[in-house]
C-alpha cells in the first residue's frame, strides 16, 4: 500500500485563489514536491502547492510540512505573534490555500465559516450557517469538530449536526448542502459528527455512519450521492488516499472497524475489526507506510500494524498499551512514529517514539499533555491541549525538547496549521460562544519558520 506510483504521478491541482501568481519560486517548490515524493514515497493527495494547508493534517493528511524551514532559533520571551482574530465554540482546525485561512467556528448564536487574510487577519469574507448541535453531556461544546477542505476554489465543510456543505472560496457563497443526518439516517456520536472529508479523483468521501450507508461518496459539483457503502457507525478518524494493489483507495476507521474502499463506485476492498464497544471512539487517522498501515486508538484498543490487499489483511503485530493515541495522529519520519499517547480527560498524557513496522518503543517521556504533532524536516511541532509550544528533536535516541513556550492561557485542542513559517493555532472554549475562564477564544498566527518566496 503506496501513496504514490512507480511512476510518481503527482496529483497538482489547479490554484486555490486567484489571487496567486505562478512565480519561479513557485515553480521550485514544485519540483521539491515531485523530488521528495520519488524519494519518500509520499504522495501529497489534494495539494495544491507546497506550501498550501488545504486539508487536515496538511497536504498529504499526515502532518508533514513539506518545504518548510523553522527558526534558526527562538526567542526566548516567546514567539512573535504576527495576529489574531476571535473566534467561538469548536475544535475545527484552520486551513490555508493561497493568502486566505479558512475557519469554521460557532460564536454566540449560530455558526460561521470566515476567511481571513493571511498575511494580516483581516476578514476577506464572512458566511453565515445555521447550526442545529445544541452540544451533549460529555463535552458542551456546539462547535464543529472536523476540519474544512479546500479543493479547486471550492470549500467543503462538515459540522457537528452533520450538514455538509460546499462554498465558493472566492466568496464564500454557498452552493449546496446536505444533511447526512437526516439523509442517511445516521445518529450522531458522543461529540457530534466530526470526521473530516476526503477528496479522491470526483468524488467526495464522507465518514458518515448512517444506516446502510456508513461512508457515502459525493459529487464534487452538486452534493448529489454517488455511492454507499457498509452499515458502520461512524468514527471521528478521517479518511486517507492511498494505493492496494496498485488500485487507488481511501483508507477509513469507523466506530468499529477498518476499511478499504473503492474511492469510485464504493466498492469494499477490504474490512479489519478495530475498535471496541462502549464508551470509547476511534480518533487518530491512519497511517500509510510504504505497503502497511498504521492503527492506532485508546481506551484498550491499542496499536496494530496492517498489511492490507485487495480482499485481505494480514497483522503484523498488535498491543494495547504501546502506543495508544484518543485522538492525535502520530508523524512519520524514517520508519519511526512520533506523538502522543493517553487521554486527556484522564490527565496521563506521555509522548512516544515507536518503530513501526516492530512495535519497539525507541523511548517514553511522560508527563506530556496530549497534543497534535507536526514534522517540519528534523524537527517535530508539538501543540499539547494546555496551549503550551513544543519544538522536539525527531530522533529514536531519546526524547529531546528543544524549546517550549506557553501560546495560550486557554485549552488549544484544534489541529494546527503551518505554511510559509507560519504557525496558524486555535484556542478553545467550553462554552459561552468563545469565552473561557474570563478569555476569549482565538485563532493566532505565530512566526516560527522562513517566509515564503512569493510574499
Known sequence: MKRNSTACI????????????DTIGRRIKLIFVVTATCLTG????????????????????????????LLDSF?????NKIWSHPV???????????????????????????CLSLASGKEIWKTDLPTKYRGGGIDPDRGPKAVPLVHQGKVYLYDTAGELYCLDLANGNLRWNRST??????????????SSPIVIGDNLIVNVGGDEAGIVGFDLETGQTRWVATDQRASYSSP??????????????????????NPTNGKILFEFPFGDRGPTVN?????????????????????????????????????????????????????????????????????????????KLAWVEEDVPVGHSILVDDKIVLIDH????HILQATPRAFTRLYQAELFETPARAIPALTGGKLLVRSNATGGGGAFLGKQAELACFEIGQARTDE
Not at 503527482?10 to 501568481?21: E, F, H, M, N, V
Not at 489534494?46 to 499526515?62: E, F, H
Not at 494546555?386 to 509550544?389: A, N, P, Q, R, V
Open 240 to 261: 486517507v488516499a492511498s494505493t492496494c494493489n496498485g488500485q487507488t483507495c481511501a483508507l477509513v476507521v469507523t466506530r468499529l472497524k477498518f476499511f478499504g474502499i
Open 75 to 79: 526567542p526566548a520571551e516567546g514567539l
Open 88 to 114: 467561538g465554540e469548536g475544535y475545527s482546525g484552520p486551513v490555508v490555500a493561497g493568502n486566505r485561512v479558512i475557519i469554521f467556528h460557532c460564536p454566540q448564536s449560530g455558526q460561521v465559516v470566515e
Open 283 to 359: 480518533g487518530a487517522m491512519p497511517v500509510v507506510v510504504d505497503d502497511h498501515v498504521f492503527l492506532t486508538s485508546s481506551y484498550g484498543v491499542g496499536s496494530r500494524w496492517l498489511t492490507p490487499t485487495v480482499g485481505a489483511v494480514q497483522e503484523g503485530w498488535s498491543d494495547p498499551t504501546r502506543f495508544e493515541s484518543q485522538y492525535s495522529t502520530p508523524v512519520l519520519r524514517d520508519g519511526m512514529l512520533y506523538g502522543s499517547c493517553g487521554r486527556e480527560d484522564r490527565q496521563n498524557g506521555s509522548y512516544r517514539c515507536v518503530d513501526a513496522a516492530t512495535g
Open 10 to 21: 503527482i496529483p497538482i491541482l489547479g490554484p486555490a485563489s486567484p489571487r496567486r501568481t
Open 42 to 69: 509520499f504522495t501529497p493527495v489534494n495539494s495544491t502547492i507546497a506550501y498550501d494547508w488545504p486539508q487536515i493534517l496538511g497536504p498529504g493528511r499526515n502532518g508533514i510540512a513539506i518545504g518548510e524551514k
Open 181 to 194: 443526518a437526516t439523509d442517511f439516517r445516521a445518529p450522531p456520536g458522543y461529540f457530534g459528527f466530526g
Open 386 to 389: 494546555s496551549g503550551k509550544l
